[in-house]
C-alpha cells in the first residue's frame, strides 16, 4: 500500500480549509491591485476619511469592490448610528463581507450559502446552490408609493408613504413574482418559495438604489 507523506497531507488539509473558507483580502487605502479568485477578478478602492476630512458626514470608511469593470458592491461605515450598515452584500453567487479586525480592515468572499444574512441589491442577483439545492433571487422592481388613505372629506384620513418591491425567485426552472411592501419587511415577513423559506429582515430606500436584508432556509 501506498502512503502519502505527512507533510502532503497536512498542504491538502489546508487547501481544503482554505477552499471552504473563501478568499480574504487585506483591504490599504486607495486603489487595490487585481486579485483573481475563481471567476471573479477583484479590484477595491477603500478610502477612510478622518475628523478632518469634509466628507466625514458621508462616514468613516468607504468600500467600493469591482469584478473586471462591474460595481459589485459598496460599503459604507457612517459616523450616523441610526444608519442602518450591511456588512455582507450578494453578488452573483458569492457573499462579500466588509470586515474590521484589530485595526485592520478586510474583504472576504465566500460561497452564496444558506442560513446566512445578506443584503441583496436591485442592482444584483444572487444565486445559492448546494449539490442538490438551487435558488436565484433578484429585486426586479421597486417603487416608491405615497399619498393619502381616504379622500379629502374624510377628517381622520392618514398620510402614508412606503416602498413595493417585487422579487424574483427561481428554482428547478419554476419562477415566482412576490411583491412585498417596506412596512411588511419592518414588521416581519418570511416567504415560502418552493422546499425554501425567505425571511426579510430589513430594508433600504434611497431613490432607484435599494436594499433588501434577508436569510435564505432550506426547508
Not at 444565486?127 to 416608491?144: F, N, Q, S
Request: hydrophobic share 40%; aromatic share 12%; net charge positive.
Amino acid at each position: 500500500m501506498k502512503h502519502i507523506p505527512f507533510v502532503l497531507l497536512i498542504l491538502m488539509s489546508n487547501l481544503f480549509d482554505s477552499e471552504a473558507q473563501g478568499k480574504q483580502i487585506q483591504l490599504l487605502k486607495g486603489s487595490g491591485e487585481a486579485i483573481t479568485y475563481k471567476d471573479l477578478t477583484i479590484r477595491t478602492l477603500f478610502q477612510i476619511y478622518d475628523s478632518a476630512a469634509a466628507v466625514q458626514a458621508l462616514g468613516t470608511t468607504y468600500l467600493r469592490v469591482y469584478d473586471n469593470q462591474t460595481v459589485a458592491a459598496e460599503f459604507y461605515n457612517v459616523q450616523d448610528s441610526t444608519s442602518r450598515r450591511y456588512h455582507t452584500k450578494a453578488y452573483k453567487n458569492y457573499f462579500l463581507t466588509f470586515k474590521t479586525k484589530a485595526g485592520q480592515y478586510y474583504l472576504n468572499i465566500t460561497q452564496a450559502h444558506f442560513g446566512k444574512a445578506f443584503a441583496l441589491s436591485n442592482l444584483q442577483k444572487v444565486i445559492l446552490h448546494t449539490k442538490t439545492d438551487t435558488i436565484a433571487l433578484k429585486i426586479v422592481d421597486v417603487m416608491e408609493e405615497y399619498g393619502w388613505d381616504a379622500p379629502p372629506e374624510i377628517d381622520d384620513r392618514t398620510y402614508f408613504s412606503h416602498v413595493a418591491y417585487t422579487l424574483k425567485a427561481t428554482s428547478n426552472k419554476t419562477s415566482k413574482y412576490v411583491i412585498v411592501y417596506s412596512s411588511d419587511i419592518t414588521n416581519g415577513l418570511t416567504l415560502t418559495f418552493d422546499t425554501y423559506t425567505i425571511t426579510l429582515l430589513s430594508d433600504q430606500y434611497k431613490n432607484a438604489s435599494s436594499v433588501i436584508e434577508m436569510v435564505v432556509r432550506k426547508i
